[in-house]
């Protein structure tokens, strides 16, 4: 168990694509063990991507409950999805996001309201879930480390939709 | 060396971008940020640039002359302290947007405004337009606020209340809080 430190942009392994795990062998066990720290150590963090911490592996871990606002609609809890894949998504919503690896912006990005994933669970079985608002961004917004894709890069206009924070709490 | 804001306004045609950049770049002036947008058919843009050598606005503005005359352009160049430029859009208070709608009458946005500025309520953004059948126009105003610490929601939302009933319109204001991922 440990809190890892986390890649800041614009380090290159940000944009890198993250490899699919074969098997959840002890090593990917303990390694979720310390994303989950890490997510927990950084204040109202509700997601974090193995890519994050310099992991090039498909795993990512979300729990909006941890969050007011997040615990306030539906949700699945704690959520640590491997391999996982965007099966169907539908609607949009517009919300305000903040990225431990971008500290020093947010930014308002459209996703889907609506998300059918497809993953493995921490114990490797698989699972098909559903997702509907926060929890639903906090899952695409993960699920894009994995690809490379930060939220900056999903940014509509860079005069309207992206702020600098004063602080990063 | 200085900074400089220039705004440009004129009926909207393809090339505008062009001329001014043209100068811009005819002139070393480095463009840090820009924005432009079309409204009711009006060209608009307004730049800040920053020149190595310029100090004063009349070093640059004559070089404009050409665009007022040939394309018909309003340009206005302003010299600007170097303390005065702030590159990003920063957040003292807490953000949120406030909407608000309803049939087209004078002083919406007056009266919005006015008990904003009264509340030190920064307007960080503004967005206006009429929608709707032209016998019946709605007028739609988004603002994105910067609220300080200290405004009190409570009053706000009695105040706001207040200007429901008087000009029959719709008003929300809601938090923009952010998903820390």
């Not at chain 2, 208070?93 to 909407?99: D, E, K, V």
């Not at chain 2, 608000?100 to 002083?107: K, L, M």
């Amino acid at each position: 168990m440990a809190i890892l430190p986390i890649l800041i942009f614009p380090d290159p392994l940000l944009k890198e694509k993250s490899a699919p795990v074969e098997r959840v062998t002890p090593e990917i066990s303990a390694a979720i063990d310390d994303l989950l720290d890490t997510m927990r150590a950084s204040p109202g963090g509700v997601g974090i991507a193995a890519p994050q911490t310099g992991l090039l592996k498909r795993i990512v871990a979300v729990d909006v409950s941890a969050s007011k606002r997040g615990a306030q609609q539906e949700n699945h809890g704690l959520l640590v999805l491997i391999n996982p894949e965007i099966l169907a998504k539908g609607g949009r919503q517009i919300v305000r996001e903040g990225c431990m690896s971008i500290p020093d912006y947010t930014a308002n990005i459209e996703r889907a309201q609506w998300v059918l994933v497809d993953a493995l669970d921490r114990t490797g079985k698989h699972v098909i879930l559903e997702s509907v608002g926060l929890e639903a961004v906090a899952i695409q917004h993960e699920l894009d480390h994995l690809d490379g894709i930060l939220f900056v890069d999903r940014v509509a206009s860079i005069k309207t939709d992206l702020f600098r924070r004063k602080k990063y709490r | 060396m200085g900074h400089f804001s220039v705004s440009v306004v004129g009926k909207d045609r393809p090339g505008i971008v062009a001329e001014v950049s043209r100068i811009l770049f005819e002139q070393g002036c480095n463009i840090e940020d820009s924005t432009c947008t079309i409204l009711s058919g009006q060209f608009a843009m307004i730049l800040v640039i920053h020149h190595s050598k310029f100090q004063a606005a009349d070093e640059l503005g004559p070089a404009f002359d050409e665009v007022r005359t040939k394309m018909r352009l309003i340009v206005t160049v302003n010299a600007l302290k170097d303390e005065e430029v702030v590159h990003e859009k920063a957040f003292a208070g807490h953000p949120h947007i406030i909407s608000v709608y309803g049939a087209d009458r004078p002083g919406i946005v007056y009266t919005v405004a006015q008990e904003l500025a009264r509340r030190k309520v920064n307007i960080t953004d503004l967005n206006t337009q009429v929608v709707g059948a032209k016998d019946r126009p709605v007028y739609v105003m988004v603002l994105e606020v910067d609220i300080p610490e200290a405004v009190d929601m409570k009053e706000l939302e009695k105040e706001f209340g207040r200007i429901r009933k008087e000009l029959s319109v719709s008003i929300t204001v809601r938090p923009i809080e952010t998903l820390e991922l």
